[in-house]
Structure formats: C-alpha cells, structure tokens
C-alpha cells in the first residue's frame, strides 16, 4: 500500500534540495535583538514563514525590510518550498512547533524523499541568571491570583524567612546538594515575594520593585569591592573584610563599631559579632565579668572568633553529633538513613 502522505519518487540527485532553518528565540531576550548570524539568513532567505501574526518579533522583521508569510505548512509542504535549492526560514511559536518538526523527521527516515539541509539557528539566547525573569512573571500572577499570596504583608510573611534561612543552613550542614538547591529556591522566594509586595506600597515614592533591590545590591557590590572594580589593593581576605568594614561605616554613617548589629540573632552569633567588630575596629575594650553561664558563653564566643571559629556553627555541629549519640542510645538509626 502507498502512503500518499509523503512523496513517493526521490527528485532528480542533481537537483539542489535547498534548506530549511529554524529559527527560535528567547523569550528572555527583548524582541528585535538577534545574532549576527540570524539577521544574515533571514535578509538573505527566499521565504520567511509564521504561523503566529502575534509573534513578537515581527514588528523587527518589518522595519528590517523582511517580507514574512502567515503560513502552517506541514512537513512535505515545506520540503516542496526548498525545491531547487531554495532557502525558507521559520519562526516557531513559543511552545515551538511539534508537529512539524516530528513531520520532518519522518520524512528524513523514509529514504524516499531527498531532503533539504536541516538547520536550528538561535537567534538569541539566554543569558546568564535569564530564568529569573520567568521568577518574576510567576511571582507577579501568583500575587495577582492567588486567594492566599494576594493577602500577604511584609510582617505576615517575616517568620517565614527566619524558617527558610534556617533550613537553608541544615540543607548546607547535611552536604545534600539537591536539598540546597531547593533551599536556595525557598530562600530566594522570600526576597523576589517580599519585593513584590513593596510594589503595592500607599506612597509611590516609598514602593519599589526586585529591579530596584538588585540595582542597589549591584551599586553596593561594586563600591564594597574597589580592589575588584577599582585601584584599591588587597591581597588577603583580612585586606578584604577591611575594605568591606570601611566602606560600610563610610556608607552607614556609622558613629560605634557595633551599629548595624542585630541584636535579635542568637547569642552566641551575637557574641561572636560583636567581638569581630571590635577586633578589626581597634576597639580595646575588655570583656565584661560576671557570674554565671552568659558570661562563660561570651568568653568562648569571643576566643572562637578570635582563631577564626563561628562559634554558632561549631555549637550546631557538637549538638548535631549529641543528637546522634542520643539516637543511637535508642537504638534507631541516624536521620536520613
């Protein structure tokens, strides 16, 4: 039985087959900003087809000059259009396109159609950090949509933070890579969610978005690190965390060495930070006598800082180990085993 659907006799093998590209974008990448590459073949091709008017870089197409047809065609249509040696362009949609492609690569493996060149050209692509853009268009339909997320504030959101900071750091003290990628995420949410949020604010001059939040981290960067981005020098991470302290008391306007400490973070990370600011700002100060447990806490805090040990993480790390012991008393097997 013949299969009328595909051609049933192979052109003439002098016959130029021609060439058929496929042309994808990004829908990261502004419209109209393509390769070098892309804007030759499209001047330079005898046909240029679409299937979507709404395509968004036909307005760049026009002004270019570039005639593009509304056209579907299937498989054996388009390798008809290539006949003699021609070259047709097409502009998938977004989802791309299936049915052709599956088309043209059943053609391909009859052997009974001389087929035309096969070519995927990007015409832009992705750089890097470009999926956070899609982060931005899901958090700003959620916050629009969503009965729950729609309702939420700064405050109602804060204990949420705390929560994803923390399992981020177990994710980072278990050494589980794919749990710390998804711990990232979480974290990640917060910041992109809470920025949002900012967005809606009563007083335009007091709302502000995720662009605003990175630009200021961007600028924040760059003026923390002139050995990187200027003529400063710095040859050790001492170097480093002084240029960082300066800055940052230039910046902040900072009159003690102990501004911009929460205090509200666990004690022994207090401690700990409290004893670095006065260590590299020259403060001498003795530390405070007194009875008890706290003080005891404070000394250690401050000698761990002192050889380079975040005392809260070494604490984390002893009562990790205690609670396996405490496990192994009874009998059961450690956590995730």
């Known amino acids: 039985m013949t299969d009328h659907s595909e051609p049933t ?98 053609l391909a493996g009859s052997g009974r159609v001389s087929m035309p060149d096969l070519e995927l050209l990007p015409g832009s692509y992705d750089l890097p950090g470009a999926r956070l853009l899609d982060l931005v268009q899901v958090m700003d339909r959620v916050r629009r949509e969503c009965p729950w997320t729609s309702r939420q504030t700064h405050r109602g959101l804060a204990k949420y933070a705390i929560e994803e900071a923390y399992e981020l750091v177990e994710a980072i003290e278990d050494g589980d890579r794919e749990e710390l990628r998804e711990e990232l995420g979480d974290v990640l949410l917060q910041v992109v969610f809470h920025a949002r949020i900012a967005e809606e604010h009563e007083d335009p001059d007091e709302a502000f978005s995720i662009d605003d939040v990175a630009g200021a981290l961007v600028t924040k960067l760059i003026h923390r690190h002139p050995h990187v981005f200027g003529d400063a020098k710095a040859e050790t991470p001492e170097d480093v965390s002084a240029h960082w302290q300066r800055t940052k008391a230039v910046e902040k306007r900072r009159e003690s060495v102990t501004d911009g400490i929460p205090v509200g973070q666990p004690g022994l990370a207090l401690a700990a930070k409290l004893a670095g600011r006065a260590r590299t700002g020259g403060v001498a100060v003795e530390l405070p006598r007194g009875e008890g447990i706290g003080y005891e806490l404070l000394e250690l805090a401050a000698r761990a800082e002192a050889a380079g040990i975040d005392p809260e993480t070494a604490l984390r790390a002893a009562a990790r180990a205690y609670r396996d012991a405490i496990r192994a008393a009874e009998g059961l097997a450690e956590p995730g085993e």
């Open 9 to 106: 006799a192979t052109p003439d093998a002098d016959e130029p087959t021609g060439r058929i590209v496929l042309l994808t974008t990004s829908h990261r990448v502004a419209p109209g900003v393509l390769s070098w590459p892309a804007w030759q073949i499209l001047h330079a091709a005898d046909r240029v087809l679409c299937a979507d008017p709404g395509h968004p870089q036909l307005p760049y197409l026009r002004e270019a000059g570039i005639e593009v047809a509304f056209e579907s065609p299937d498989a054996h249509a388009l390798v008809e259009a290539c006949a003699g040696g021609r070259t047709v362009v097409v502009l998938p949609g977004g989802e791309g396109d299936r049915r052709l492609t599956d088309g043209l690569a059943r």
